[in-house]
């Protein structure tokens, strides 16, 4: 049978998005900048971009015949996608912990929220922020406070030299400075 005429199932657009997976019995750390931002989306996605696709889905149904409808077919596939995105952000943020990495301001320890900045053994020097799965965006010279970097300089201070895993081996890695964000004034 042509591929054509194979009628593709909706629950297939069901499926829950690839997620950065939390380990059983870890907790999804956040900071309060990071939660504030994925709860001004799932407020977005449920007040504004849901009632829009709502609408347009409403519209094109009333037009009748809905097999050959591309406004109707395509409104319900994207209603699902939102749909699914507000169940992610609701469960995600619903197990939120939140962090507040100004508490360390001052501090020479990494912990989580810091900004450190590193040499490795090509004496390249970098900075990167740990922060939480939900928020990184490495574009940024964000990582996840799961990921091995992370891992690896948590609970270090200033001046430490650590050996980092890789999967090229074994390198060595030198703190040279940490940065929290300064608290807030009240």
Do not use: C
């Not at 619903?94 to 912990?111: L, N, T, Y």
């Amino acid at each position: 049978m042509n591929k054509a005429f194979v009628k593709e199932s909706d629950d297939a657009d069901d499926e829950e998005p690839l997620a950065p997976a939390l380990a059983p019995g870890s907790r999804n750390y956040m900071t309060p900048a990071g939660y504030q931002r994925i709860h001004a989306e799932l407020l977005d996605l449920i007040d504004n971009e849901r009632p829009k696709v709502v609408e347009i889905v409403h519209w094109a149904a009333s037009n009748g015949d809905r097999s050959e409808n591309g406004d109707y077919i395509y409104g319900k596939k994207r209603l699902r996608e939102i749909d699914r995105r507000i169940r992610f952000l609701s469960k995600r943020l619903e197990i939120a912990e939140i962090v507040d990495p100004s508490v360390h301001h001052g501090s020479d320890q990494i912990f989580f929220g810091a900004t450190v900045t590193y040499i490795d053994d090509a004496d390249v020097e970098r900075t990167i922020t740990i922060l939480g799965i939900d928020e990184v965006e490495s574009s940024q010279q964000q990582v996840s406070w799961v990921a091995p970097i992370a891992r690896t300089l948590l609970k270090a201070h200033t001046g430490d030299t650590l050996r980092l895993v890789t999967p090229a081996g074994i390198s060595e890695i030198e703190v040279i400075r940490v940065q929290y964000p300064a608290p807030a004034l009240r």
